[in-house]
C-alpha cells in the first residue's frame, strides 16, 4: 500500500469522522513530479485555490503544502525521478450532518506513487478511447473543479476492461462532449483547436489550462466551446490532455479513426518545449 | 468522537485507500433506533441493495448488517431507546485509479449515535424551511440512491446558519422542486398528495417510500410527478418526511406560510399508527 503522508507523519488510515469519508467533502490535485520536483505546481495550486473557495474551505498555506510534498517525496523511497504526487484536501473533521462545524479545520493528506511513462508508441500512432454510456450531469457548482465525489468517473471507468482503451470519453445528458474520465479532450478542424465548455460539468485538468495558456502566449486561438459528439467525431484530429502524459494523439474511438495530424504534431512539440518532455516522443 | 465499528472491532479511522475516501465511492443509511432495534431495517436493506446494484458494490449480507448493528448497539453506549444508526458501506480498498480492482471486497462501517428529539411543537405548528439556491444536477445514474457523493447537500446545508430552520429545500437545474437537504417533500392540492419525481437526482428516502407504501395500501393515491416550484409552492398544505423525524409539516418558506392542514394531520396520525411514534405528537 502507498504510504500517505498527514501534518508530516506517514499514516495508513484516515479519522472516521472527516467529511471526506461521509460526503466527499473535498478537493484533490495528481502531480507530476519530475527530476524531484512538482510540475506546473502553480496551476495546480490556482485549481486548487479556486477549489477550495467554491467549497468554501480553507485553502492550505502554498509553502506547507510544497514543503508536505518535498517531506513525502524524501520519505516514500519512490523513484522522484519520474512519479505521481496525490494531494487531498478535505473539509476536516466534523460531526454528522452536512452541516460543517464554524471551526472546520482542512486536512492535508500527501502521497507519491509510481507511475508506469506510456509507451513512445502511443504517442507516436496515437491511442485507442471509447464512449462511455455514464453521461456527465450538469453542476455548474461544482464543474470545473476536481471534488472528492467522482463517482461518474468511476461508473464510466468501470465501462471497460480492455487494457489497451486508454481512456473513455463522456458526454453530458444532452449528448455534448465534456472530457475522458481521467483527460480533457481537444479536436482540430481545419487547422483550428478546441475543447469543451467545463461550465456545467467536467473537470478542468491542469495541463488543459497549460496547453490553453501555451497556445494563446504563441498568439493562437483555441475555442472553449459546446461541441455536439457527432461534431467532435467528425474532427481531423484529436487528442488528450492529462497532467502526467501531456499531450496524446488519438487514432480510435468506435469506427471512427484518425491519423496523427500536423497539427497535434506541432502541438506535442511546441508543449514537449515548454517542458512536458513525454511529448517529444 | 462517535465510536465506529468495523469487523466487529472499534475503530477511529478508516484504511487511507479506501475509495470512499478517494473517490465517494460507497453508500450510506441513517436508520432510526428505536427501543433497541433498527426501524423500517427492511426499506433501508431495499435501498442500500438498489444503490450496490447501481453501483456495482458487492451488496454485504443483511444478517452481518444486522449484526454489525447490534454489536455496535451494545458496545456503543449510546441509549439506544431512541438514537440513529449510520451504516456506510464502501467499494473497499484498491489501488490509485477510477478502476476498480476486480477482486475488491465492500466494507462496512457502523456507528450509533446520539440523537434529540424534535420538539412537539414542530409537529403541532409545522417548521420554517427555506430555498436553496444550490441545485442538484441531473444524473440518472445516481438518483434516488444514497451514495457518498454529496457535495450539493453539504452547499445547499451551509447557505444558512440560523437554527430555526429546519431544513432548506432543493430544485434541480430546470427549477423543479426536488427534495430537502435531509428530507423529502410532500405537496398536497385539493386534498390530493404528490411528490417529486426523483428519477434525474434526489434521495428516495426511506420514510417517502413508508408513506407511499402506507397510503398505497390505504387505496389512497399519491403522484410522484414533476413539479415546478411555484406550483409546489402554491400547495394547500406541505410536509417532508424522514427516517428519523417521520412525517413534518411545514408552516413557511420565504413569504409562503401554509397551516397544518387536515391531509397532513390525518397522514400524521395513520403514520403514528404504522410504528412512526413521533408523528402522534
Same mark, same amino acid.
Given at each position: 500500500?502507498?504510504?500517505?503522508?498527514?501534518?508530516?507523519?506517514?499514516?495508513?488510515?484516515?479519522?472516521?469522522?472527516?467529511?471526506?469519508?461521509?460526503?466527499?467533502?473535498?478537493?484533490?490535485?495528481?502531480?507530476?513530479?519530475?527530476?524531484?520536483?512538482?510540475?506546473?505546481?502553480?496551476?495546480?495550486?490556482? &485549481?486548487?485555490?479556486?477549489?477550495?473557495?467554491?467549497?468554501?474551505?480553507?485553502?492550505?498555506?502554498?509553502?506547507?503544502? &510544497?514543503?508536505?510534498?518535498?517531506?513525502?517525496?524524501?520519505?516514500?523511497?519512490?523513484?522522484?525521478?519520474?512519479?505521481?504526487?496525490?494531494?487531498? !484536501?478535505?473539509?476536516?473533521?466534523?460531526?454528522?450532518?452536512?452541516?460543517?462545524?464554524?471551526?472546520?479545520?482542512?486536512?492535508?493528506?500527501?502521497?507519491?506513487?509510481?507511475?508506469?511513462?506510456?509507451?513512445?508508441?502511443?504517442?507516436?500512432?496515437?491511442?485507442?478511447?471509447?464512449?462511455?454510456?455514464?453521461?456527465?450531469?450538469?453542476?455548474?457548482?461544482?464543474?470545473?473543479?476536481?471534488?472528492?465525489? &467522482?463517482?461518474?468517473?468511476?461508473?464510466?471507468?468501470?465501462?471497460?476492461?480492455?487494457?489497451?482503451?486508454?481512456?473513455?470519453?463522456?458526454?453530458?445528458?444532452?449528448?455534448?462532449?465534456?472530457?475522458?474520465?481521467?483527460?480533457?479532450?481537444?479536436?482540430?478542424?481545419?487547422?483550428?483547436?478546441?475543447?469543451?465548455?467545463?461550465? &456545467?460539468?467536467? !473537470?478542468?485538468?491542469?495541463?488543459?489550462?497549460?496547453?490553453?495558456?501555451?497556445?494563446?502566449?504563441?498568439?493562437?486561438?483555441?475555442?472553449?466551446?459546446?461541441?455536439?459528439?457527432?461534431?467532435?467525431?467528425?474532427?481531423?484530429?484529436?487528442?488528450?490532455?492529462?497532467?502526467?502524459?501531456?499531450?496524446?494523439? !488519438?487514432?480510435?474511438?468506435?469506427?471512427?479513426?484518425?491519423?496523427?495530424?500536423? !497539427?497535434?504534431?506541432?502541438?506535442?512539440?511546441?508543449?514537449?518545449?515548454?517542458?512536458?518532455?513525454?511529448?517529444?516522443?
Amino acid at each position: 500500500m502507498t504510504t500517505w503522508f498527514y501534518d508530516g507523519e506517514p499514516i495508513d488510515a484516515l479519522s472516521i469522522d472527516d467529511r471526506a469519508i461521509h460526503y466527499g467533502d473535498g478537493l484533490f490535485e495528481t502531480i507530476a513530479i519530475r527530476s524531484g520536483e512538482p510540475r506546473l505546481w502553480q496551476l495546480h495550486i490556482e &485549481r486548487l485555490r479556486h477549489g477550495c473557495e467554491r467549497l468554501a474551505i480553507a485553502m492550505p498555506a502554498e509553502k506547507s503544502l &510544497r514543503a508536505d510534498l518535498h517531506r513525502a517525496i524524501h520519505e516514500s523511497g519512490i523513484d522522484a525521478d519520474y512519479a505521481l504526487a496525490k494531494i487531498i !484536501v478535505t473539509a476536516g473533521s466534523g460531526p454528522r450532518g452536512y452541516k460543517r462545524a464554524k471551526s472546520g479545520q482542512s486536512r492535508v493528506l500527501t502521497a507519491i506513487y509510481d507511475l508506469q511513462r506510456p509507451s513512445q508508441a502511443s504517442y507516436r500512432e496515437g491511442v485507442v478511447v471509447v464512449k462511455c454510456a455514464t453521461s456527465l450531469g450538469g453542476q455548474a457548482a461544482l464543474a470545473g473543479i476536481k471534488t472528492l465525489n &467522482r463517482l461518474e468517473q468511476v461508473l464510466a471507468r468501470n465501462e471497460w476492461q480492455d487494457p489497451d482503451v486508454f481512456d473513455g470519453l463522456m458526454c453530458d445528458t444532452a449528448g455534448r462532449l465534456i472530457c475522458g474520465t481521467m483527460s480533457n479532450v481537444f479536436v482540430v478542424h481545419d487547422q483550428s483547436i478546441s475543447t469543451p465548455d467545463l461550465g &456545467r460539468c467536467g !473537470v478542468a485538468g491542469v495541463m488543459r489550462r497549460h496547453v490553453l495558456d501555451t497556445l494563446q502566449s504563441d498568439g493562437m486561438s483555441v475555442r472553449e466551446e459546446d461541441m455536439q459528439w457527432q461534431d467532435a467525431m467528425s474532427a481531423d484530429e484529436v487528442f488528450l490532455t492529462n497532467s502526467q502524459f501531456g499531450v496524446m494523439p !488519438v487514432r480510435q474511438c468506435g469506427e471512427q479513426q484518425w491519423s496523427v495530424g500536423p !497539427v497535434t504534431r506541432a502541438l506535442m512539440k511546441r508543449i514537449a518545449n515548454s517542458g512536458i518532455a513525454e511529448c517529444a516522443s
